[in-house]
Protein backbone atom coordinates (compact mmCIF):
# COMPACT_ATOMS: atom_id res chain seq x y z
CA UNK A 1 0.00 0.00 0.00
CA UNK A 2 1.60 3.44 -1.01
CA UNK A 3 1.99 5.70 2.16
CA UNK A 4 -0.14 8.31 0.64
CA UNK A 5 -3.67 5.91 0.91
CA UNK A 6 -5.14 6.52 4.08
CA UNK A 7 -7.58 4.16 5.42
CA UNK A 8 -10.91 5.06 6.78
CA UNK A 9 -12.92 2.17 8.37
CA UNK A 10 -9.53 -0.75 7.31
CA UNK A 11 -10.58 0.84 3.66
CA UNK A 12 -9.00 3.04 1.35
CA UNK A 13 -10.70 6.73 1.94
CA UNK A 14 -11.39 7.08 -1.67
CA UNK A 15 -13.80 3.46 -1.48
CA UNK A 16 -15.71 4.80 1.31
CA UNK A 17 -18.92 6.57 0.70
CA UNK A 18 -19.72 9.83 2.80
CA UNK A 19 -22.11 9.03 5.00
CA UNK A 20 -25.58 11.03 5.05
CA UNK A 21 -25.59 12.62 8.93
CA UNK A 22 -27.98 15.07 10.00
CA UNK A 23 -28.64 16.57 13.31
CA UNK A 24 -31.85 16.42 14.81
CA UNK A 25 -33.49 16.78 18.31
CA UNK A 26 -34.77 13.94 20.38
CA UNK A 27 -38.23 13.84 22.53
CA UNK A 28 -35.97 15.24 25.42
CA UNK A 29 -34.97 18.37 23.26
CA UNK A 30 -31.22 16.70 23.18
CA UNK A 31 -29.01 17.36 19.67
CA UNK A 32 -28.61 13.87 18.42
CA UNK A 33 -26.55 12.77 15.42
CA UNK A 34 -28.27 10.82 12.96
CA UNK A 35 -26.92 9.02 9.90
CA UNK A 36 -29.95 8.16 6.69
CA UNK A 37 -29.52 4.09 6.41
CA UNK A 38 -31.65 4.09 3.67
CA UNK A 39 -34.72 5.83 2.19
CA UNK A 40 -37.59 3.36 0.74
CA UNK A 41 -41.20 3.78 -0.87
CA UNK A 42 -44.60 2.29 0.78
CA UNK A 43 -47.79 2.58 -0.95
CA UNK A 44 -46.69 5.85 -2.95
CA UNK A 45 -45.14 7.43 -0.16
CA UNK A 46 -41.35 8.21 0.67
CA UNK A 47 -39.95 7.31 4.09
CA UNK A 48 -36.34 7.16 5.70
CA UNK A 49 -34.65 4.72 8.09
CA UNK A 50 -32.52 6.96 10.59
CA UNK A 51 -29.72 5.22 12.69
CA UNK A 52 -28.23 7.10 15.28
CA UNK A 53 -24.67 7.88 13.95
CA UNK A 54 -21.46 6.70 16.24
CA UNK A 55 -18.95 8.87 16.80
CA UNK A 56 -15.91 6.39 16.83
CA UNK A 57 -16.68 5.38 12.85
CA UNK A 58 -18.15 8.71 11.53
CA UNK A 59 -15.18 9.66 9.79
CA UNK A 60 -14.95 13.18 10.69
CA UNK A 61 -12.47 15.19 13.32
CA UNK A 62 -15.16 17.75 14.51
CA UNK A 63 -16.08 18.31 17.87
CA UNK A 64 -20.14 17.93 17.82
CA UNK A 65 -19.47 14.34 16.73
CA UNK A 66 -16.74 13.32 18.91
CA UNK A 67 -18.22 15.03 21.70
CA UNK A 68 -18.97 11.87 23.62
CA UNK A 69 -16.04 9.52 22.53
CA UNK A 70 -14.83 7.52 24.84
CA UNK A 71 -18.35 6.57 26.55
CA UNK A 72 -19.81 3.39 26.38
CA UNK A 73 -23.28 2.88 24.26
CA UNK A 74 -25.75 2.36 26.49
CA UNK A 75 -27.97 0.22 24.53
CA UNK A 76 -25.12 -2.45 23.02
CA UNK A 77 -27.74 -4.96 22.12
CA UNK A 78 -29.32 -3.13 19.17
CA UNK A 79 -29.13 -0.45 16.58
CA UNK A 80 -31.56 2.41 17.68
CA UNK A 81 -33.04 3.25 14.32
CA UNK A 82 -36.35 5.01 13.77
CA UNK A 83 -38.76 5.82 10.68
CA UNK A 84 -40.30 8.80 9.65
CA UNK A 85 -42.02 9.81 6.65
CA UNK A 86 -40.31 12.60 3.92
CA UNK A 87 -41.79 15.14 3.02
CA UNK A 88 -40.25 17.16 0.29
CA UNK A 89 -41.15 21.31 -0.29
CA UNK A 90 -39.56 24.06 -2.53
CA UNK A 91 -38.23 26.62 -0.78
CA UNK A 92 -36.75 29.75 -2.62
CA UNK A 93 -36.39 27.48 -5.34
CA UNK A 94 -34.55 24.86 -3.89
CA UNK A 95 -35.95 21.43 -2.79
CA UNK A 96 -36.13 20.58 0.84
CA UNK A 97 -36.69 17.23 2.97
CA UNK A 98 -38.28 17.51 5.94
CA UNK A 99 -38.30 13.86 7.93
CA UNK A 100 -41.97 13.67 10.00
CA UNK A 101 -42.69 10.91 12.46
CA UNK A 102 -45.24 8.39 11.76
CA UNK A 103 -48.24 8.56 14.21
CA UNK A 104 -50.73 6.03 12.98
CA UNK A 105 -49.42 2.88 14.51
CA UNK A 106 -50.73 0.36 12.10
CA UNK A 107 -48.91 1.92 9.35
CA UNK A 108 -45.53 2.24 11.61
CA UNK A 109 -46.03 -1.62 12.42
CA UNK A 110 -46.90 -2.32 8.30
CA UNK A 111 -43.49 0.11 7.88
CA UNK A 112 -41.49 -1.54 10.55
CA UNK A 113 -42.29 -5.41 8.19
CA UNK A 114 -40.97 -3.59 5.37
CA UNK A 115 -37.84 -2.42 6.72
CA UNK A 116 -37.27 -5.65 8.36
CA UNK A 117 -37.90 -7.59 5.02
CA UNK A 118 -35.61 -5.55 3.42
CA UNK A 119 -32.65 -5.99 5.90
CA UNK A 120 -33.31 -9.51 5.78
CA UNK A 121 -33.42 -9.87 1.43
CA UNK A 122 -29.48 -7.33 1.80
CA UNK A 123 -28.64 -9.77 4.37
CA UNK A 124 -29.45 -13.09 2.18
CA UNK A 125 -27.57 -11.28 -0.92
CA UNK A 126 -24.87 -10.63 0.96
CA UNK A 127 -24.27 -14.27 2.36
Do not use: W
Amino acid sequence: MDNKEQLLNGMPAEDVEPRDLIEGVDEDGNEVLLEVVRYFFYNGEEYVVLGEAHEDDCGCDCEHCHEHCGEEDEDEEGLNLFIMKVVETVEDGEEIETFVPVEDDDLMDKLIDVVQADFEADEEIDD
